[in-house]
T-cell receptor
């Protein structure tokens, strides 16, 4: 079966760095997406990785290792507004997105 | 104005009632999707459509039906609502091409009593 695993909840301090991990087992791989979702709101796109390595976009970076079925989202200089759920999703061989349950990130002052 | 809109935003209904959730988009995308989101679970695909005459079942289509009335409109119906269909429902669109991100509407919170 297809499976995406990410931690349910993480807590970090304002100004710090946090890494949110995602492991996956899917039938085929056509890229991995990270989305941010504030409580009660729509998910919004953060990043896309299809090749191994690190993609940096401002305070957010996303890493992929296809051989390990592993990705992480790195958030630097955390701000209170970063409190949200972070969703990992893999595009499978049929170009459909398989979604993880999301990681709720709590930022403390 | 929002690119992807959903109506209603909130709905409370009773078991056995027919419900329609509507989605409209101004992004000009051909691909549209309906998902439901439940606490502790990932987004689950209900139906998707790549064009007006194209309708495809997703992971959890039982108990739901859809209509793609135009490229910009994609409606989700619950013919006879049941309590375990209580969830947050999202519509999403995607541009042509195999790998592009999806853009989500604001969601409809549906409660079936």
């Amino acid at each position: 079966g297809q499976n995406i695993d990410q931690p349910t909840e993480m807590t970090a301090t304002e100004g710090a760095i946090v890494q949110i991990n995602c492991t996956y087992q899917t039938s085929g791989f056509n890229g991995l997406f990270w989305y941010q979702q504030h409580a009660g709101e729509a998910p919004t796109f953060l990043s896309y990785n299809v090749l191994d390595g690190l993609e940096e976009k401002g305070r957010f970076s996303s890493f992929l290792s296809r051989s390990k079925g592993y990705s992480y989202l790195l958030l630097k200089e955390l701000q209170m507004k970063d409190s949200a759920s972070y969703l990992c999703a893999v595009m499978d061989s049929n170009y459909q997105l398989i979604w993880g349950a999301g990681t709720k990130l709590i930022i403390k002052p | 104005d929002a690119d992807v809109t959903q109506t209603p935003r909130n709905r409370i209904t009773k078991t056995g009632k027919r419900i329609m959730l509507e989605c409209s988009q101004t992004k000009g995308h051909d691909r549209m999707y309906w998902y439901r989101q439940d606490p502790g679970l990932g987004l689950r695909l209900i139906y998707y459509s790549f064009d007006v005459k194209d309708i495809n079942k997703g992971e959890i289509s039982d108990g739901y039906s859809v209509s793609r009335q135009a490229q910009a409109k994609f409606s989700l119906s619950l013919e006879s609502a049941i309590p375990n269909q209580t969830a947050l429902y999202f519509c999403a669109t995607r541009a042509p091409g195999d790998v592009n991100e999806q853009f989500f509407g604001p969601g409809t919170r549906l409660t079936v009593l």
